[in-house]
C-alpha cells in the first residue's frame, strides 16, 4: 500500500512539475517577441557608401562640402525606410535625417 501511494505522489509530483516548465516556456517566447518588436524601430549603422544615389545627390546639392563619416538605416512598420546621417560642415557635426528618395526630414516625423 505504501508503494502505491509513494507512487501515486511520484507521478501528481512530476505532472504539477512538467505544467510549470512549459509554462515558463511561453513567458520567454512573450519576452522574445516583445524585443524583436523593438528592435525593428531602431537605426542600424551601414555604410556610407552604401547610401542610395538619391541621399548622396541631395547632401551634395543642399550641404555643400559636407562629408557623410557616418550612416544609419530604419525600416519602418510600412517597409519605407529612412536614413540617419552624421556629416562634418565645415568642421561641426550635424546629423539629418532623409528617406531614401533624399527628402529631408524633422526628427519629429520619423515616428
Given at each position: 500500500m505504501k508503494k502505491f501511494i509513494l507512487s501515486t505522489a511520484t507521478i501528481a509530483a512530476l505532472f504539477f512539475t512538467?505544467?510549470?516548465l512549459h509554462a515558463q516556456d511561453e513567458e520567454i517566447e512573450v519576452e522574445t517577441e516583445v524585443e524583436?518588436?523593438?528592435e525593428a524601430n531602431e537605426f542600424e549603422s551601414i555604410d556610407v557608401i552604401s547610401l542610395p544615389q538619391n541621399i548622396k545627390d541631395a547632401v551634395?546639392?543642399?550641404y555643400n562640402d559636407a562629408?557623410?563619416?557616418e550612416a544609419w538605416v530604419?525600416?519602418?512598420?510600412?517597409?519605407?525606410k529612412v536614413y540617419k546621417l552624421k556629416l562634418d560642415v565645415k568642421g561641426e557635426h550635424e546629423e539629418v535625417f532623409?528617406?531614401?528618395d533624399g527628402n529631408w526630414?524633422?526628427?519629429e516625423d520619423i515616428d
Open positions: 512538467t505544467g510549470n524583436m518588436e523593438q551634395m546639392t543642399d562629408v557623410a563619416s530604419m525600416t519602418k512598420e510600412d517597409e519605407t532623409i528617406d531614401a526630414l524633422k526628427e
